[in-house]
């Protein structure tokens, strides 16, 4: 059957059940949950796989799912994600009141956006012309929040690595993939629809334990050690290395106190910062990160305080496949038009942010492609759909599409675009890295 045919086919299919695909969408959105947390999450995506008919896989790093559809014929499998997560935002309007749990990154759509393209692809006429494998991913944790609660996990025996993708990629789920792809939402300023390409910082993420001594702060304040002072003094130190920090590479710097004292009467003895340092290259980011380093001890030295300095290993910088890329662009085109898409080149990093695919990118091809339809500023308390046909099922359509593409006529595409990649490491190359990058370090200020 004629490719343009089975795309038609699949739409329709989408269109059939677009009020199901977006509900997917509406009612994740009414229960976020922070990473490793998405139960509820994780309950929607199982029982909307079992409506459609996938036998899948629960309980993937820790919340994880993964299913998978065949085609009439065997070849490579092209993994579909589905992010499950979300951020704390308080003030949101669809935030949880107990939480502050919001989907103020968009995730909430992920998972419509990968069931619609199965029931596109689902399609029997168009199903058996493919060649290959659809791997359903539902994925938690990319938003590296709640750092004290996941290094818990992680001293636990729980967790080895602390975002979804990572653990994933450290248990196995991708060893059948061949490639992946998500599409994520955005708030173009434009009439841009779809943005592909384009790159990512990568980042590690900074754990710190300020410790001092309690004493009566009104009383005797000179027989403690004060661990928010220490801190004050570590965070400012970071401030000044700024100027140090070349364009190009991007730098970022941010973080906040989880805990800053207990009592205003009494001398902080615990104070506690999670932070990240983002970069453009993993070098960028060492160079960086050892500086900061440096000025959180100096905290710690100029008060007599101890600091403990956890790093944990973060993001890899995205790379965007660009004949994968150049699949999705050329569907995206089709509908929505070639001018409302932009084309980032492989270097232009978009914004500053990280994501975990960019360590899937370094073992296999991948592209983070963004569908607009949002309004608002992504992670504020503003960021909220305002269109759930370009937020949910344009893009369900254009990845129905792509798959199409890369697996009929004997997966002659998704073959093509793998011999063409050279990944950048092995899986086993990978988790030695990461492993390699956790650092604990306990100065002790004198």
Same mark, same amino acid.
């Given at each position: 059957?004629?490719?343009?045919?089975?795309?038609?086919?699949? +739409?329709?299919?989408? &269109?059939?059940?677009? &009020?199901?695909?977006?509900?997917?969408?509406?009612?994740?959105?009414?229960?976020?949950?922070?990473?490793?947390?998405?139960?509820?999450? =994780?309950?929607?995506?199982?029982?909307?796989?079992?409506?459609?008919?996938?036998?899948?896989?629960?309980?993937? #790093?820790?919340?994880?799912?993964?299913?998978?559809?065949?085609?009439?014929?065997?070849?490579?499998?092209?993994?579909?994600?589905?992010?499950?997560?979300?951020?704390?935002?308080?003030?949101?309007?669809?935030?949880?009141?107990?939480? *502050?749990?919001?989907?103020?990154?968009?995730?909430?759509?992920?998972?419509?956006?990968?069931?619609?393209?199965?029931?596109?692809?689902? #399609?029997?006429?168009?199903?058996? %012309?493919?060649?290959?494998?659809?791997?359903?991913?539902?994925?938690?944790?990319? %938003?590296?929040?709640?750092?004290?609660?996941?290094?818990?996990?992680?001293?636990? *025996?729980?967790?080895?690595?602390?975002?979804?993708? +990572?653990?994933?990629?450290?248990?196995?789920?991708? &060893?059948?993939?061949?490639?992946?792809?998500?599409?994520?939402?955005?708030?173009?300023?434009?009439?841009?629809?779809?943005?592909?390409?384009?790159?990512?910082?990568?980042?590690?993420?900074? @754990?710190?334990?300020?410790? *001092?001594?309690?004493?009566?702060?009104?009383?005797?304040?000179?027989?403690?050690?004060? #661990?928010?002072?220490?801190?004050?003094?570590?965070?400012?130190?970071?401030?000044?290395?700024?100027?140090?920090?070349?364009?190009?590479?991007?730098?970022?710097?941010?973080?906040?106190?989880?805990?800053?004292?207990?009592?205003?009467?009494?001398?902080?003895?615990?104070?506690?910062?999670?932070?990240?340092?983002?970069? $453009?290259?993993? %070098?960028?980011?060492?160079?960086?990160?050892?500086?900061? &380093?440096?000025?959180?001890?100096?905290?710690?030295?100029?008060? *007599?305080?101890?600091?403990?300095?956890?790093?944990?290993?973060?993001?890899?910088?995205?790379?965007?496949?660009?004949?994968?890329?150049?699949?999705?662009?050329?569907?995206?085109?089709?509908?929505?038009?070639? =001018?409302?898409?932009?084309?980032?080149?492989?270097?232009?990093?978009?914004?500053?942010?990280?994501?975990?695919?960019?360590?899937?990118?370094?073992?296999?091809?991948?592209?983070?492609?963004?569908?607009?339809?949002?309004?608002?500023?992504?992670?504020?308390?503003? @960021?909220?759909?305002?269109?759930?046909? +370009?937020?949910?099922?344009?893009?369900?359509?254009?990845?129905?599409?792509?798959?199409?593409?890369?697996?009929?006529?004997?997966?002659?595409? $998704?073959?093509?675009?793998?011999?063409?990649?050279?990944?950048?490491?092995?899986?086993?190359?990978?988790?030695?890295?990461?492993?390699?990058?956790?650092?604990?370090?306990?100065?002790?200020?004198?």
């Amino acid at each position: 059957m004629h490719i343009d045919i089975l795309k038609a086919l699949a +739409q329709a299919a989408i &269109d059939r059940q677009r &009020d199901w695909i977006i509900n997917i969408a509406e009612e994740i959105l009414r229960t976020p949950e922070t990473g490793f947390n998405e139960i509820r999450t =994780s309950q929607v995506i199982s029982r909307r796989l079992d409506e459609i008919g996938v036998r899948h896989t629960q309980n993937i #790093a820790i919340t994880g799912l993964k299913g998978v559809v065949r085609g009439g014929n065997s070849g490579p499998t092209v993994a579909v994600i589905g992010e499950m997560d979300s951020v704390r935002v308080l003030g949101h309007p669809h935030s949880d009141p107990v939480t *502050g749990a919001a989907h103020a990154c968009g995730h909430n759509c992920q998972p419509a956006v990968m069931l619609g393209a199965a029931v596109g692809l689902m #399609a029997p006429e168009v199903l058996r %012309e493919l060649s290959g494998a659809i791997a359903l991913m539902g994925v938690p944790a990319e %938003e590296f929040i709640d750092v004290e609660q996941r290094l818990a996990l992680y001293r636990q *025996g729980r967790l080895g690595f602390m975002s979804g993708k +990572q653990e994933m990629i450290r248990l196995g789920a991708f &060893d059948d993939v061949d490639m992946a792809l998500l599409v994520h939402t955005s708030a173009s300023p434009d009439d841009t629809r779809f943005t592909v390409g384009g790159t990512s910082n990568g980042h590690v993420v900074k @754990y710190v334990k300020y410790i *001092g001594k309690a004493s009566h702060a009104g009383v005797a304040p000179h027989l403690g050690v004060n #661990a928010l002072q220490a801190a004050m003094v570590g965070l400012h130190a970071v401030n000044t290395q700024r100027e140090t920090f070349r364009d190009d590479d991007v730098v970022r710097l941010h973080g906040i106190l989880t805990t800053a004292g207990v009592s205003t009467n009494s001398t902080p003895a615990d104070v506690r910062y999670e932070g990240r340092v983002r970069g $453009a290259t993993v %070098e960028a980011i060492a160079d960086a990160g050892a500086k900061v &380093d440096r000025c959180l001890k100096a905290g710690a030295l100029a008060l *007599g305080a101890k600091v403990e300095i956890v790093t944990i290993p973060g993001y890899l910088p995205m790379l965007s496949n660009d004949p994968l890329a150049t699949v999705f662009a050329e569907n995206a085109g089709r509908l929505v038009g070639k =001018s409302r898409l932009a084309w980032l080149s492989s270097d232009a990093v978009r914004g500053g942010g990280s994501t975990d695919m960019g360590d899937l990118s370094h073992i296999m091809p991948v592209i983070h492609p963004y569908s607009s339809g949002f309004a608002g500023n992504g992670h504020g308390d503003d @960021y909220v759909v305002q269109d759930y046909e +370009q937020a949910v099922i344009t893009p369900a359509k254009v990845v129905a599409m792509t798959l199409i593409d890369l697996l009929s006529e004997n997966a002659a595409k $998704a073959r093509e675009v793998v011999s063409r990649t050279r990944p950048r490491m092995t899986r086993p190359q990978y988790i030695a890295l990461q492993q390699g990058r956790l650092k604990e370090e306990y100065y002790v200020g004198q």
